[in-house]
């Protein structure tokens, strides 16, 4: 097997120092996913957000997400996601992240809704501090997990 040579501190620090730049251009609130463009022939770069929403939408349609489930947003970045995800489906979600920024940013926009059901913490995909049925859905998408191997894999997981 061939190994990376990324670790995962070196992505860590990669998505530590990289939120304000992708936000000076991308997108202000820290919203970097994956979208579906209605139609892809016309699509334009101000179309982004839209698309990203659409997926959401779509993602969410298609999980059975209630209002009593406890989920777990994989890779959740600024939380802008997880608390979509709650204000749509008043569902707990616990985001974690592997960027101590993008944490920080998440626990600061969960003060904005305190009636939520949030939490967000700093931790590995690859080494979770939850118990075994902690979760009844995982929510990823656009999350790039450098595993032990140096196997890189995409997660859509609902």
Request: hydrophobic share 35%.
């Given at each position: 097997m061939r190994q990376s040579k990324f670790s995962e501190t070196n992505t860590e620090l990669f998505y530590d120092s990289e939120d304000s730049l992708y936000r000076s251009f991308w997108d202000s609130e820290g919203s970097l996913h994956w979208g579906y463009f209605e139609n892809l022939t016309d699509a334009k770069v101000e179309d982004f957000i839209t698309a990203c929403q659409y997926w959401n939408e779509y993602m969410l349609s298609q999980s059975g997400?209630?209002?009593?489930?406890?989920?777990?947003?994989?890779?959740?970045?600024?939380?802008?996601?997880?608390?979509?995800?709650?204000?749509?489906?008043?569902?707990?979600?616990?985001?974690?992240?592997?960027?101590?920024?993008?944490?920080?940013?998440?626990?600061?926009?969960?003060?904005?809704?305190?009636?939520?059901?949030?939490?967000?913490?700093?931790?590995?995909?690859?080494?979770?501090?939850?118990?075994?049925?902690?979760?009844?859905?995982?929510?990823?998408?656009?999350?790039?997990?450098?595993?032990?191997?140096?196997?890189?894999?995409?997660?859509l997981l609902i």
């Open positions: 997400i209630t209002k009593d489930s406890r989920v777990l947003d994989l890779g959740c970045g600024n939380g802008n996601t997880a608390v979509w995800l709650s204000q749509q489906t008043d569902c707990e979600v616990v985001g974690v992240d592997l960027s101590g920024v993008r944490i920080e940013n998440a626990k600061a926009k969960a003060q904005e809704y305190p009636s939520l059901r949030l939490e967000f913490e700093k931790a590995s995909a690859t080494n979770l501090p939850y118990e075994e049925g902690s979760f009844t859905h995982v929510w990823s998408q656009a999350t790039l997990s450098g595993l032990t191997q140096g196997h890189y894999i995409w997660c």
